[in-house]
């Protein structure tokens, strides 16, 4: 044999190594794709699960902030009408209540 065949063969046997590689590398990533694209999947439906479960709580604190609100507002007006009453009335001073002593 010749140099330059020896050269070829060697050159060939390379590239034939080389794209084995490539093609065993592929098929490494095509075979885990799906385990990915599952997992992928797994965590959108779990985010999204978590999403509707975050809009209820999002819901919930606005009912209660609502409410809140609401009998703070009547707390307050309920302090306005004590201290009306005990104004026209300041022979008829009872225990204040502690709860609400430094309110009025």
């Known amino acids: 044999m010749t140099d330059t065949t020896i050269i070829t063969g060697v050159i060939s046997?390379?590239?034939?190594?080389?794209?084995?590689?490539?093609?065993?590398?592929?098929?490494?990533?095509?075979?885990?794709s799906p385990d990915w694209q599952a997992y992928a999947d797994r965590q959108a439906s779990e985010l999204e699960g978590l999403k509707g479960e975050?809009?209820?709580?999002?819901?919930e604190v606005r009912t209660l902030e609502n409410r809140l609100d609401a009998l703070e507002r009547k707390y307050r007006s309920?302090?306005?009408f004590?201290?009306?009453?005990?104004?026209?009335?300041?022979?008829h001073r009872e225990d204040i209540p502690t709860e609400i002593e430094a309110d009025l």
């Open 13 to 32: 046997a390379l590239a034939l190594i080389l794209v084995a590689r490539v093609k065993l590398s592929g098929d490494k990533e095509t075979a885990r």
């Open 54 to 59: 975050m809009r209820e709580v999002r819901e």
């Open 78 to 80: 309920a302090l306005a």
């Open 82 to 91: 004590i201290r009306h009453l005990l104004g026209a009335h300041p022979q």
